[in-house]
C-alpha cells in the first residue's frame, strides 16, 4: 500500500473513534443512572413517591390445576380419616345443613355410636355438666334456678330404632320413628340418668323439652318413668301450633317462656344445636354426641 493510501485509512479509523467515544459515554450514563432522562423530574415528585400508600394485598385464588391437585391430595385421605373429619365438623356446628349421613361414612357412623368412643363422649359431657352445676348451686332459696333437658339423644336412646334405617345413613321418616316412639322403648343414656338426678338433687328445677309431638304425652312420660326418670318441674311436647316452627325458634319460645315465670336457666343440655341456641339461652350449655342426624 501507498504512504499516502495508508496515512488516509489512518485518518479515517481516528475519525471513527472520535465519534463514537460521545456515544458511549451516554450509554453507560444511561445504564449507572436510569433517572438520567428523568433529570428533570423534581426532587419534589421523588419525595411525594415516599409518602405513597402501600399496595393493598392481592390474594390470588388457586387455579383450576391447583384445585385438580388438591381434590386428588384428598383422594389419597383414608375414608375412615374423612368420616372423622365430617363427624367433627357436624358435632362443632361447622356443616351445611345435612339430611342424612354420607354413605362413604355409615360404618364409621355406626362404629362409633355401638363402641365405647361414644359412651366415653357421653360420660365426659357429664361429668362435665356435674362439676358445673355443683360450682353453680342454685343462688339461693327461691326455687327459681332451672336446668333444660332435651329428651331423644340427650335423656333416651333411639339408637335400635336407627340400628335398622343406616345409623343415619336413610333420610329420617317422622312416620316410621312415631311408631317407634309409640313403643315405649327407649333405654336411658346411663350418664344422663346420673347427671338429671344430680341436678335435682343440687336444688334446680328440671324441664324436659322435646321436640315430640304433645300426641305423644302419655307415652313419653311412662317411657321416662320407667327408665328412672322421675319429679321434672315440667315436660313441655310440641303443640299444634308448634309443627311448623324449627326446633330453634320453637324451644327459644319455650325457654322464654320460663323466663317470664321467674325462672334462671342455668343449664341446657342437648344433643342438637337447635337445642341449645337461638334466644334465651342458658348460662352454660353442654352439648351431647350424635353424628346421626341434624335438626335446623
Known amino acids: 500500500m501507498a504512504r499516502g493510501g495508508l496515512a488516509h485509512l489512518l485518518a479515517t479509523l481516528l475519525l471513527f473513534l472520535l465519534l463514537a467515544t460521545p456515544l458511549a459515554v451516554g450509554a453507560s450514563e444511561a445504564e449507572a443512572d436510569p433517572a438520567a432522562p428523568a ?79 361414644y359412651r366415653s363422649d357421653l360420660e365426659l359431657v357429664a361429668r362435665e355438666s356435674a362439676a358445673y352445676a355443683r360450682a353453680a348451686l342454685p343462688l339461693g332459696d327461691d ?32 312416620h316410621k320413628f312415631d311408631e317407634w316412639v309409640e313403643r315405649g322403648e327407649a333405654a336411658a343414656i346411663p350418664s344422663s340418668l346420673r347427671l338429671y338426678n344430680e341436678v335435682r338433687e343440687l336444688g334446680f328445677k328440671t324441664f324436659l323439652l322435646t321436640g315430640r309431638s304433645e300426641g305423644h304425652r302419655g307415652v313419653t312420660v311412662e317411657n321416662l318413668n320407667k327408665q328412672g326418670f322421675h319429679d321434672w318441674e315440667k315436660l313441655i311436647l310440641r303443640a299444634a301450633g308448634d309443627r ?49 342426624y341434624y335438626i335446623p
Open 39 to 117: 433529570q428533570g423530574v423534581s426532587e419534589a415528585a421523588a419525595e411525594q413517591q415516599q409518602h405513597l400508600l402501600p399496595r393493598p394485598l392481592v390474594i390470588e385464588l388457586p387455579s383450576a390445576r391447583a384445585a385438580e391437585e388438591h381434590d386428588a391430595d384428598a383422594d389419597d385421605v383414608p375414608p375412615d380419616v374423612r368420616c372423622a373429619s365430617w363427624r367433627l365438623a357436624a358435632e362443632a356446628n361447622n356443616l351445611a345443613p345435612w339430611k342424612a349421613v354420607p354413605a362413604e361414612c355409615a360404618q364409621h357412623v355406626r362404629d362409633y355410636v355401638t363402641g365405647a368412643a
Open 143 to 174: 326455687g327459681r334456678d332451672a336446668w333444660v333437658f332435651d329428651v331423644d339423644e340427650t335423656l333416651l336412646s333411639n339408637l335400635p330404632y336407627y340400628a335398622e334405617h343406616g345409623y343415619g345413613a336413610e333420610l329420617f321418616d317422622h
Open 244 to 292: 311448623k316452627k324449627t326446633a330453634t325458634v320453637y324451644k327459644s319460645e319455650k325457654r322464654k317462656e320460663m323466663e317470664e315465670e321467674g325462672c334462671r336457666i342455668l343449664g341446657n343440655s342437648g344433643d342438637q344445636w337447635s337445642d341449645l341456641l337461638g334466644s334465651s339461652m342458658s348460662a352454660r350449655s353442654f352439648k351431647l354426641p350424635n353424628p346421626m
